[in-house]
């Protein structure tokens, strides 16, 4: 028995800016809208480049999809990337704002 719900969502048209979106979560929300149809703008940090790329090619054999480096922490970046993103394709429709950062401690340490 599968406990999944059998939902379709038509994204034709749409717009999607994935943050985060070069692994984990990120990835798999990338993935699931450009199989709806969205045209997925894929960021995360330079670092993270090469696996955003590679998310990139996988959209694009069936889908469509773009690739930026942005860093959230840097607000002037991000809203100039956002302006980058709508001078090319028109609109946002969909944010799916996934980014974070982690840092490991012992928990008394924090």
């Given at each position: 028995?599968?406990?999944?719900?059998?939902?379709?969502?038509?994204?034709?048209g749409?717009?999607?800016?994935?943050?985060?979106?070069?692994?984990?979560?990120?990835?798999?929300?990338?993935?699931?809208l450009?199989?709806?149809?969205?045209?997925?703008?894929?960021?995360?940090?330079?670092?993270?480049?090469?696996?955003?790329?590679?998310?990139?090619?996988?959209?694009?054999?069936?889908?469509?999809?773009?690739?930026?480096?942005?860093?959230?922490?840097?607000?002037?970046?991000?809203?100039?990337?956002?302006?980058?993103?709508?001078?090319?394709?028109?609109?946002?429709?969909?944010?799916?704002?996934?980014a974070?950062?982690?840092?490991?401690?012992?928990?008394?340490?924090?």
């Amino acid at each position: 028995m599968n406990d999944q719900p059998n939902i379709q969502v038509d994204l034709r048209g749409k717009v999607a800016l994935v943050t985060g979106a070069s692994q984990g979560l990120g990835r798999h929300f990338a993935l699931v809208l450009a199989k709806a149809g969205a045209m997925v703008v894929a960021t995360s940090l330079k670092s993270e480049r090469a696996k955003l790329d590679d998310l990139v090619l996988e959209i694009n054999k069936t889908g469509k999809a773009i690739a930026l480096d942005i860093d959230l922490r840097e607000i002037d970046q991000f809203s100039e990337k956002v302006k980058l993103i709508v001078n090319q394709t028109n609109k946002i429709d969909i944010l799916i704002n996934n980014a974070g950062v982690s840092y490991y401690s012992k928990f008394f340490d924090i």
